[in-house]
């Protein structure tokens, strides 16, 4: 598993820091030493959730390819939350009765 900290550290201080958000980045057992296949969960300390676990988004990536890195990965992991954001965020904005 991979975890990513977005941390904002007002003026550069350390005491002063505040989580926005954590995304994980889990191994889903399915792949191979060359092909890994993950579930990305990102969760925001600060906002209120119905299950406690302040979980906003889901994505998968598959077949991704191990040789790259994980620094693409964690990349490619983002790219995804956010086309998944832009999504839901048209969505919302639509009137009722109109398709995507």
Same mark, same amino acid.
Request: positive net charge; contains cysteine.
């Given at each position: ?12 201080? &350390?005491?002063?820091? +505040? ?49 790259l890195?994980? +620094? ?6 983002? +790219? ?15 009137k009722?009765? +109109? &398709?995507?």
């Amino acid at each position: 598993m991979l975890k990513v900290i977005i941390e904002m550290h007002p003026f550069g201080s &350390d005491s002063d820091k +505040q989580c926005l958000s954590e995304i994980f980045i889990v191994n889903d057992g399915t792949g191979n030493r060359d092909i890994g296949n993950y579930s990305v969960f990102i969760y925001h300390p600060k906002i209120p959730s119905s299950d406690g676990k302040r979980r906003s988004a889901e994505v998968c990536v598959r077949k991704f390819s191990r040789k790259l890195g994980a +620094q693409a990965l964690v990349s490619l992991c983002l +790219q995804r939350l956010h086309a998944k954001k832009e999504k839901l965020d048209k969505k919302v904005a639509l009137k009722p009765g +109109q &398709d995507a």
